[in-house]
């Protein structure tokens, strides 16, 4: 194939995606119309929350960071037939590892406070989600089961470390201390509060892509996510493959969980997710599982949460609304994708005759 | 007075055909066997009288009424049942709630006692033993079969089709089979008998018909015929491949399979200490009709599946307890038996696949990364090699025609330079074009000097490329042939009789 094929394709695949969101837009502001709210200012509302000025546009990107994480986790595992129902855990597994060196290490220099929260965070993400993969590759136990469960574990251990023994008794709700200031990460553009997570999470996003479909370890996973017999019969350790899928998801998820503490919130609290893993599955189907395709989907709800709070407080529509709307959109594409699908089939069935 | 009568019955899988111009007819109370090779159409032709399939041409009649077999639920209504080979049970039920699924009679509210009642009054007047409220899936194969046959007579069948029923079962759990069988027709229930071994049909049944290549071939008494002459009806045909070669000297032993004992799926020893030898530059097929034990020993011998005891030798050294990582390194190829599930990736482009197993090699990886060039350019010479079509090697292995995606395996598991070949049905479902393309490979590489193994359950096949022949029933080796025995010795050593019975059979006829 050569590379204008590559882009011809790209560019064909994009236009269904775009004309789901078209569709969901259109549903939506007839439905805004139907509860009697003013649709154009609505949209317009919803728009300007996020593109007004470059502050906000930071704020969107920070709003997608741990989306993206997340989304890029859940893709990979997809890949590999493992359904990562925990990011959401593995998430907060990071973020409470990385908020407990940020504030017990605070006699450090900065950078290594960093590197450490860094490598807590990541380490701790992939711990979280060692048992759960262990458990499906060693004895076919559900992950969908156990991740569940252990997101349970880890919300109610932030629960218990920002009421006990992290609590900050200075701040009215339950909340950790904060982090030691040089372990804070930096804005990268003056005047807003974008933190470099966003754009690291991007270069993830392309190495995670590299690693699946150019090397032989993405080989093996996409090999063992279609067809763990075949794969076996090549040589393939299934139990072995799947266990490093569901650890290197875990391990990006740890490391979103750091961005939100050392970038965005500095302290640990209940709601530091905010069901970002959930979130972080329809993320991954939007982009049709592809980990550079997440960087879009995951600013696409990055912007939508963000335009939420906006229509709420200036004009009173529900924040709920926006779950509506996502709602709608991820409708739209799947239908969209299943036609795809169909139209690939047709082709290959031409093909072979 | 038939029961049954099926007239001038043709049946097409797309180009295939599978039943041509049959007829077949069914007494009342007798036990009437179908027997012929795998693929010969015996199952075909229940699955329509059972209205699993339709049929393109021909006419059924049941007791005097022409019938128009729309679906299972007519046939039940004329009192038509089927045990499958693969039961059709659900494993979580009771016995009783087995029986009774979508059963009329059972009315919408189900009363438990009344129908266990029911069940144990069956099993009185059978002469079943069953427990009524045990779950299923607590329960021996043997059993299992007994609750579908249970659950046929609850819905007032007449007429029993048995595919292979003893395909599943210990010895002591057939002779309990039949022998309800024989009560049963003894009771005015008329029983047809799928099979492929001949001693049910010379023990247990009143007629046989014979099958082959999807035409009934005869019906007789069996008072009036014996096992000689139906194994010459089963499998005396013209073959179509003629051997093109002679056994050629060959070299080291290769493979060593020593004592080799493997379960099966169910936990039953289903292979029996084997031993045998494949040396460098021959072919050695292994015959046998399917569900004897061949299945296992591929998979032991590819590394799927653990062996109980025994030992495997790869090119002198010992690979009992070897990977399969290790295996291939170490020189085996592989044709799996079943090529969708095991071969290959069928969402993967064939350039994928032909990548299967050698995706960290030097030959196609650079370290991590790989060499997406390498690959693409050993793919197209193997493509033109092995005339794979079409060439496209961006298309998906599954959009490929079988024999298309046989010609992928066997194009990457030549290349990677195997000196032992393991080929599991390596035609199966094939056409003919793919067939002696297959097997003219085969044949190269044996004159390159690798060692072949070839299990199939096709006896032309055998036949056409085997230098030795190994018969296996019921898990065991029951012997070894040259590559010129008569294609009716081996028809009857597949179907159980030794050779010594058949020294017997050939006394008796002379």
Known sequence: MNPKKHIKDALLGAWRPALAILGAVLVSALLLRAFGYDAGHSLAMLYDASFSNLRVFGSMLNRACPLLFTGIAVAIAYRGSVFNIGADGQFLAGAIVSAWIGIKGGGLPGPLLILLMVLGGTLAGAAWAFLPGFLKARYEISEVITTIMFNYIAIQLVGYLVRGPLRDMAQAEPQSYAIAAQGWLSYLIPKTKLHPGFIIGCIVAVVIFILLFKSWFGYEVRAVGYNPIASKYAGISVTRTTLATMLLSGALCGLGGFFEVAGASHYLYESLSSGYGYTAIAVSILAGNNPIGVIFSASLFGFLTLGATAMQRVIGVSAQFTSIVQGIIIIFVAAASVKGLQKTRRKAEKGGH | ?510
């Open chain 2, 1 to 510: 007075m038939n029961v049954v009568e099926m007239r001038g019955i043709y049946k097409y899988f797309s180009d295939t055909c599978a039943n041509k111009n049959v007829d077949f007819s069914l007494r009342k109370g007798e036990i009437h066997a179908l027997l012929g090779e795998n693929g010969a159409g015996k199952s075909t032709l229940m699955n329509i009288l059972y209205g699993l399939y339709t049929y393109d041409a021909g006419t059924i009649t049941v007791n005097g009424a022409r019938v128009d077999m729309e679906n299972p639920a007519t046939a039940i209504r004329h009192g038509i049942g089927m045990v499958h080979q693969h039961f059709m049970l659900i494993p979580q039920l009771t016995v009783t709630q087995n029986i009774f699924l979508c059963a009329k009679e059972a009315g919408f509210v189900l009363n438990m006692p009344t129908l266990e009642a029911r069940v144990e009054e069956m099993n009185r007047r059978f002469g079943f033993r069953v427990d009524p409220s045990a779950f299923v899936w607590q329960l021996p194969v043997g059993i299992q079969q007994k609750v579908e046959i249970l659950k046929a007579l609850a819905r007032n069948i007449r007429i029993l089709i048995l595919d292979e029923p003893s395909a599943v079962l210990t010895p002591k759990e057939s002779d309990e089979l039949f022998s309800t069988l024989q009560s049963l027709v003894r009771e005015g229930y008329s029983v047809i008998l799928i099979t492929h071994k001949m001693q049910e049909v010379l023990d247990f049944s009143d007629r046989v018909t014979v099958m082959r290549a999807g035409e009934v071939v005869d019906t007789l008494n069996v008072s009036d015929t014996d096992a000689h002459a139906l194994a010459n009806m089963m499998v005396g045909r013209e073959v179509f491949l003629q051997r093109q070669t002679k056994p050629q000297p060959t070299g080291e032993p290769m493979l060593e399979v020593c004592d080799l004992t493997v379960k099966n799926d169910k936990k039953l020893d289903w292979v029996k200490n084997i031993s045998f030898q494949v040396r460098a530059g021959e072919i050695v097929g292994i015959a046998g009709v399917d569900g004897n034990g061949q299945l296992e020993l591929g998979e032991a011998i590819a590394g799927g599946r653990t062996l109980e005891s025994g030992s495997i030798r790869l090119c002198g050294k010992d690979i009992t307890r070897s990977s399969i990582r290790r295996r291939l390194d170490m020189g085996l190829a592989h044709i799996p038996d079943d090529r969708q599930k095991k071969g290959l990736v069928l969402q993967f482009p064939i350039k994928d696949n032909i990548l299967l197993s050698g995706q960290r090699s030097k030959q196609y990886a650079n370290g991590f990364f790989l060499n997406t060039k390498k690959i693409e350019a050993r793919t197209r010479t193997l493509v033109e090699r092995f005339d794979v079509r079409p060439t496209d090697i961006n298309l998906p292995a599954g959009s490929l025609s079988g024999g298309n995606q046989q010609k992928v395996i066997l194009a990457r598991e030549v290349d990677r330079g195997g000196k032992v070949l393991l080929a599991f049905q390596p035609t199966r479902g094939l056409d003919i074009g793919a067939i002696e393309f297959v097997r003219a490979k085969l044949v190269e590489e044996r004159a390159k000097g690798a060692a072949i193994l070839l299990i199939s359950t096709d006896l032309d096949e055998i036949r056409s490329l085997s230098d030795r022949i190994l018969v296996m029933y019921e898990g065991h080796i029951t012997g070894e042939l040259p590559y010129n025995a008569p294609l009716e010795q081996i028809g009857l050593m597949i179907a159980g009789h030794d050779t010594t019975t058949i020294e017997k059979a050939r006394g008796d006829v002379q």
